[in-house]
């Protein structure tokens, strides 16, 4: 592999840039570490060269991330959402000061005087491993209970210990002090333990390794120059130290730029390497000890008996655990209000004995596993979300009978082992929706459940992973409106990573300046000069990249930040109508709004009072509604457009269908202008009066302005002008552009004044 595709971030339209610029810094890494071989350069003066170039680029990539404002002291749109989207900025500015204090460490040597020479780069080292512990530390916090917390300390202790053996051992001896021996022997193994639980761990595609694995790089570099001896010696190890210096920085800006972008899929974790590769390199280091004619020192011994307790200590732990869930499991849930459910043979251990049934089923396996959230329509106590919980199970039971086994996945729902075929699978999902979708009568109370199931086949995959893909299905599932079954596929999970990303970048996109507005004019078919503008959003973020409307808000939708969003849009889109009605042009401004905007109860006084905030004519703005989406609340959606119309504001109907149900409300509606696709004026049965005729008949009638947009071609303009369209909107007569292009645009016309 190519050492530049360490530094690939995950996948998105900003990563797909080619990475140049830290190709050259390797490269010319390598070509001053060859010149520093061959002696024209002083090996000091490559590690400055080659450590200032490579923390110089990680800086710049960096304290891009750093810049704009702090989102937390954006608008309220959730404190946990803030602290969330604040917390990748806080990391990036720790990191960037750390590989800047690496880079000017690296850089101080060549100009010290040989006495100082330790004594400065111990100094930078110090500084350096501090900022990144601070900014690792703020970068990942860590979801894990103290007893998952305590596994992890003692699975990396043992290969730990042996690591700092190893370091002992290999270390020189001769003139360097006992204690600074140890000291460097202890750095040197934990910074190995660490970039192998990096490198063997679920995550190591993820941001937060390569941040660690850069980090080790970049503490390993410096340990090496603390650590140079005097003489010619000196000048091999500081050419040693160029490679994990140059790469660590760079990997610490690459992982922070990917630590946004969660890997698609968490990889099994290698539990091998761990277990294998430190003993291994203890033998070859002792065997290397016992050939140079040396005996292992006390401290040698004492620190392989180290290795001991932790072992012991990891056994007990587990024993306990193993002891405690069995108890809990065989045990009956005191908070229930209901007797327990009888004993199942299949002892319904939650996600733990589920994870042990998978486990235990032969290879291959065949069958599927579903995955199921019931989702309570109401919020009921615990006491009584207990009882739906064992009442579904046991439907779940009565349903899948002996061609499934059930697990009830205590607080989140119910998990299905089946041993039939896809089909088969898929069947029983229905069934389960249609059983678990049944009122629930519970504590004098009727709840109801809205049950959306995820389904994967079972393979030769790893039991978590097979978990994690029901999972996901289950989420789409929800995400699609419930009361469905959905399938895993690996499509699915980029679309599901996908909204996870958004859903954690959109709060505080608008405090961090990261929306913008394109314009796209709306032209007269006659002569083809601009009547109005409508504004088009555009979410712009340094990791996702450029965010479309289609698929920005339904997001926003669901984060209830829509109302945010909408009011920026109508205050930045103002703010530009008045720029340009002040120099000398009078056409509108067209906004589109959801029907959650357009039903708020303030947004027409808070309209009114944008326009009278930039002395905006009302009969300039525009509102747009989208057709498809106002027939759920008509009633409201009438008495708002009727609020606006009647201050002077013009409306419009969007995406308008053309069919018999849309003409029929289109009578209710108060528009000025309706809005149709090209889609319309193809689609009429009769080839010599195309629907789009009908619907320019019926507007004329109603008083309506008729719009052609996205005409995409000179047919479609022509079609749409034969039609009795007046205004056209589309990629032929103009595309969206900047503020400053359309203004440019504009000045190609005598008066834009319509």
């Known amino acids: 592999m190519p050492v530049a595709s360490v530094f690939r971030s995950a996948p998105s339209c900003a990563s797909a840039r080619p990475l140049l610029p830290e190709t050259c ?13 061959a002696g024209p350069v002083p090996p000091l003066a490559v590690v400055a060269l080659a450590g200032a170039a490579a923390s110089t680029l990680a800086g710049v990539r960096l304290s891009r991330l750093t810049l704009g404002p702090d989102p937390a002291a954006g608008p309220p749109a959730g404190r946990l959402a803030r602290r969330r989207a604040a917390r990748p900025r806080r990391a990036a500015a720790l990191l960037h000061a750390a590989v800047v204090t690496a880079g000017l460490t690296a850089a101080v040597l060549p100009l010290a005087s040989a006495g100082y020479r330790p004594a400065a780069a ?28 305590l596994h992890r300390l003692l699975d990396q202790a043992a290969p730990g210990v042996c690591l700092v053996l190893t370091a002992w051992l290999l270390l020189p001896y001769a003139g360097v002090p006992a204690p600074v021996r140890l000291a460097v022997a202890v750095a040197l193994g934990l910074l190995a333990v660490d970039a192998l639980a990096v490198l063997t761990g679920a995550g190591r595609d993820g941001g937060t390794a390569r941040c660690r694995g850069g980090s080790a790089l970049t503490l390993f570099a410096l340990v090496l120059l603390a650590g140079l001896p005097a003489g010619p010696a000196g000048g091999r190890v500081a050419l040693l130290a160029v490679p994990p210096l140059v790469v660590g920085v760079l990997l610490v800006a690459a992982g922070v730029r990917q630590v946004a972008q969660p890997a698609p899929a968490r990889r099994t974790a290698l539990a091998w390497p761990r277990a294998v590769l430190p003993p291994v390199a203890v033998a070859l280091a002792a065997v290397h000890q016992l050939q140079a004619g040396l005996l292992p020192d006390r401290t040698a011994v004492l620190l392989a008996l180290a290795v001991v307790p932790p072992l012991v200590v990891r056994q007990l732990v587990d024993t306990a655990a193993a002891t405690s869930s069995d108890e809990s499991a065989a045990a009956p849930d005191p908070m229930s209000a209901k007797a327990p459910a009888p004993a199942d043979p299949g002892g319904s251990a939650g996600r733990a004995g589920l994870l042990r049934a998978l486990a235990a089923r032969p290879e291959p396996a065949c069958g599927a596993l579903l995955v199921v959230d ?7 106590g615990r006491l009584v979300r207990d009882d739906v919980a064992a009442e579904a199970v046991r439907r779940a039971r009565a349903v ?9 996945l205590t607080g989140t729902g119910l998990a299905v082992v089946s041993g039939s075929g896809a089909v088969l699978a898929y069947a029983l999902g229905t069934r389960l929706l249609t059983a678990l979708s049944r009122p ?3 504590a004098g109370a009727v709840l109801r459940s809205r049950p959306s199931i995820g389904l994967t086949e079972l393979g030769s995959g790893q039991p978590e992973d097979l978990f994690r893909q029901a999972d996901l299905a289950r989420r789409r599932a929800a995400q699609l409106g419930r009361d469905r079954v959905e399938w895993y596929d690996a499509y699915l999970e980029e679309q599901l990573v996908r909204r996870l990303d958004l859903e954690r970048e959109l709060p505080g996109a608008v405090a961090r300046g990261e929306l913008d507005l394109v314009y796209q004019p709306v032209l007269s078919l006659a002569d083809r000069a601009p009547v109005g503008t409508e504004a088009l959003l555009r979410w712009r973020n340094p990791v996702l990249g450029t965010v479309f409307p289609t698929e920005l808000l339904p997001v926003a939708e669901d984060l209830d930040i829509v109302g945010e969003l909408g009011t920026w ?23 589109n709004v959801t029907t959650r905007e357009l039903t708020s109860p303030d947004f027409v006084p808070r309209t009114a009072a944008v326009l009278e905030a930039y002395g905006v004519g009302p009969d300039q703005l525009v509102v747009e509604v989208a057709e498809p989406k106002v027939a759920a609340e008509l009633p409201t959606v009438v008495a708002r ?14 995406d308008f269908r053309a069919e018999h149900a849309s003409l029929a409300q289109l009578r209710r509606l108060p528009i000025d202008l309706l809005k149709v696709g090209p889609e319309v004026a193809t689609a009429g049965a009769d080839p010599h009066r195309p629907l789009l005729d009908v619907v320019v008949t019926v507007a004329e009638r109603l008083g309506l302005e008729v719009v052609a947009e996205e005409l995409e071609s000179a047919h479609q303009v022509e079609g749409a002008h034969r039609a009795g369209c007046r205004y056209g909107q589309g990629f032929e007569l103009a595309r969206p552009a900047t503020a400053e292009r359309v203004e440019a645009y504009f000045e190609e016309f005598p008066s834009t004044s319509r």
């Open 25 to 37: 810094v390797l490269a010319v890494a390598a070509v001053l570490i060859v010149l520093g071989a």
């Open 122 to 149: 111990a100094a930078g080292l110090a500084g350096t491993g501090a900022l990144l512990g601070g900014g690792l530390f703020s970068l990942h916090r860590s979801r894990r209970s103290v007893r998952g917390r």
């Open 374 to 380: 019931l989702h309570l329509t109401e919020l009921p």
């Open 400 to 408: 899948a009978a002996d061609d499934g086994e059930v697990f009830d």
């Open 440 to 442: 629930y009568e519970v």
């Open 569 to 591: 849009v109508l205050d930045r889109a103002c703010r530009q109508l008045a720029d340009w009605t002040v120099g000398g042009r009078r056409m509108w401004m067209a906004v």
């Open 641 to 654: 457009l009727a609020g606006l119309r009647s201050m002077g504001i013009r409306t419009a109907l969007d």
